[in-house]
């Protein structure tokens, strides 16, 4: 099966689809966002594995010392997404992406593998109980039910940042922190603004453009994080529908 798949890279990057969002003709602004994004990251280890087909089959991960999440791990790598969709379900392609990540993490003598998960499984985010049949456990959490899984290989264990644990700001009002990693944020982000905008929401959009920004949120993040009246909500990308129930609390 490993002949299916390819790995981006500096050569490749600008031919290949980047799975997420499929788009036959005009180019999706999201998608090109990412690409330079990630064309960036590939320098720093970033390991981006998809199915060899315009399909969403793709697993992204990087070692967690530059991982633009807020968790400390010494030697950890960061599973960013593990994404498998449609007609392609049920054919082990997430196995085999998993596989090829834990044994890329051994080969490279890596302390362990680590993502971000929660009580309740929450949309965006991958499988938490696919993972843990491979033997992925909870090793840190937050106040507000995120978890941090980890597959150890040492006995070693990676940590939420103190800062992530805070999950309060001072500015009341709607808050967005947001990267450019996945596709789908810059329309969601449009979207949510125009939404404000027209209903006189005020909202703060915090674009995070480093890898000390991302280390420093104050709350988990995997690409997207939202507060309201200082409190933190959701790692979810904002549907309208979702955006009015927080402001209605």
């Known amino acids: 099966m490993d002949n299916q798949f390819i790995n981006l890279n500096e050569t490749n990057i600008d031919q290949e689809h980047l799975c997420c969002i499929i788009r036959s003709r ?3 602004p999201g998608v090109e966002a990412k690409r330079e994004w990630l064309k960036n990251r590939l320098k720093e280890g970033h390991v981006f594995r998809k199915l060899d087909v315009k399909g969403t ?11 633009w ?3 400390l791990g010494d030697n950890y ?12 379900k049920g054919k082990g392609y997430g196995k ?8 890329d993490a051994k080969e490279k003598k890596k302390s362990g593998i680590c993502l971000l998960g929660a009580k309740k499984q929450k949309h965006w985010l991958t499988n938490q109980n696919f993972v843990k049949s491979f033997g992925f456990d909870i090793v840190d959490s937050t106040p507000s039910g995120y978890e941090l899984l980890a597959l150890s290989f040492d006995g070693t264990k990676p940590t939420f940042t103190k800062n992530a644990k805070l999950e309060r700001i001072n500015n009341q009002e709607l808050t967005i922190y947001y990267d450019d990693q996945c596709p789908f944020i810059e329309q969601k982000i449009m979207n949510v603004k125009t939404h404000c905008e027209c209903n006189h929401i005020p909202i703060t959009l915090h674009h995070i453009q480093s890898l000390k920004q991302a280390k420093d949120i104050p709350c988990v993040f995997n690409n997207y994080a939202v507060f309201y009246q200082g409190k933190f909500e959701t790692v ?12 209605a609390k």
Do not use: R, T
């Open 236 to 247: 979810n990308l904002l549907e309208l529908n979702m955006l009015d129930k927080i402001i």
């Open 77 to 88: 790598l960061y599973l960013y997404c593990l994404w498998v969709d449609g007609e392609f």
């Open 69 to 71: 999440v807020p968790i």
């Open 26 to 28: 005009v180019a999706h």
């Open 96 to 103: 085999a992406l998993l596989e090829y990540c834990i044994q």
């Open 57 to 67: 089959v793709f697993i992204e991960y990087a070692p967690v010392e530059s991982a």
